[in-house]
């Protein structure tokens, strides 16, 4: 694994679907229905059922977990939640591609990654940001 | 109504002890698609150099953000719950949650703000066993839509 400023790490491409959001709501404890209730979701002004923001948070930081292959070698990770990701009634469910480059070298042998999360083309987090602690 | 900034500071009572156990962290591992053996496989994460099982990076979610919502129930915060989205999300591991940790969650209000009548309240909660250790920093910025 080499580390220097722009070193592009694997592009991870998962599917979410329906039965991804619930089985998330069962193991996280997040039951808001806006995550499996068509029609709670339209009633709030949503498009549609979206993913929870914190699956999508879990989701990106395997693009990291996989490049280190250490998941203990993730120390900070931070997102901000731009854009829900809307989950179709359909056994494709949603895409999301994540995208991380080596954006700094600090201290210690640490190394701060920037992700770019999409689905549809579209960014749904910003200011995503992992430091890693390399092997 | 706007948040007050003499929010800023406020701390809340730790919560009750979670203990963190095994399967959950398993179940956890499964919904989020995390593979690795080090999160169901106690001789793999021993081989690993963990004590157990670790949870995966966002674990902490599952024990922090019930204790961030301990601000909204305070109603001298006075958001409008039913107008709250999750904004931001970060996590500071001091070392890795591990099946058998008891964890305590202590939150503290880090900001208070409104913005184009949107209310940012950013809680900070500080995962610690109940012996004392520092586990983990998560901080959860929650956004109360403006009315309008």
């Known amino acids: 694994m080499t580390a220097e400023v ?63 292959g250490d998941p203990a070698a993730l120390l900070d990770y931070q997102v901000r939640f731009g854009r829900p990701v809307v989950v179709p009634d359909d056994d494709r469910g949603a895409e999301l591609t994540v995208r ?7 201290d210690d042998g640490r190394v701060r990654v920037d992700l770019t999360v999409t689905s549809e083309g579209e960014k749904v987090l910003s200011l995503a940001r992992a430091v890693v602690r390399p092997g | 109504m706007a948040l007050d900034r003499a929010l800023v500071g406020r701390s809340y009572p730790p919560s009750a002890v979670y203990e ?26 021993r081989a690993a150099g963990h004590g157990d099982v670790i949870a995966p990076p966002t674990f902490a979610i599952v024990v922090s953000l019930e204790a961030a919502f301990v601000v909204l129930t305070d109603d001298e915060v006075g958001l409008d719950y039913s107008r709250v989205v999750h904004g931001e999300q970060k996590f500071a591991h001091h070392r890795p949650i591990r099946a058998g940790d008891r964890l305590v969650a202590t939150t503290t209000i880090d900001a208070a703000r409104t913005v184009a009548g949107n209310d940012l309240l950013t809680a900070r909660v500080e995962l610690a066993t109940a012996e004392g250790e520092p586990v983990c920093t998560a901080t959860s910025m929650l956004v109360a839509r403006g009315a309008a």
């Open chain 2, 20 to 45: 963190v156990g095994r399967a959950k962290i398993a179940e956890f591992a499964a919904a989020v698609g995390a593979t690795d053996p080090v999160h169901h496989d106690v001789e793999a994460a």
């Open chain 1, 100 to 106: 991380g480059t080596v954006a700094a070298l600090l």
């Open chain 1, 6 to 68: 722009g070193t592009e790490l694997p592009e991870l491409v998962v599917r979410v679907t329906r039965a991804d959001l619930v089985r998330y709501a069962g193991a996280s404890g997040d039951f808001n229905p806006i995550h499996w209730n068509e029609r709670v979701a339209r009633e709030v002004g949503l498009p549609g059922v979206i993913a929870h923001g914190m699956l999508t948070m879990a989701l990106a930081a395997r693009a990291v977990t996989d490049w280190t």
